[in-house]
């Protein structure tokens, strides 16, 4: 999770600046983010993870 450094990258401040950080923090906790659906194949076997390698080099090879 992200919050573990969070105030290493500004400073909070004042009896104004404390109250809008601390009502941010409960919005966003009462308004989650829902979860996303993915779909995912699993390669075990060595041939077809060499075979799926190889289609990745092709792909980046463009857009270099």
């Known amino acids: 999770m ?4 969070i105030t290493k990258n ?3 401040s004042g009896q104004k600046q ?3 950080f601390a009502d941010a923090i409960e919005a966003s906790a009462n308004n989650p983010t829902p979860p996303i659906n993915v779909s995912a194949t699993f390669l075990t076997d060595p041939k077809d993870i060499a075979k799926f390698m190889e289609k990745r080099k092709k792909t ?3 857009n270099k």
């Open 2 to 5: 992200a919050t573990s450094s």
């Open 10 to 12: 500004f400073v909070i």
């Open 18 to 20: 404390v109250e809008r």
């Open 60 to 62: 980046n090879a463009g």
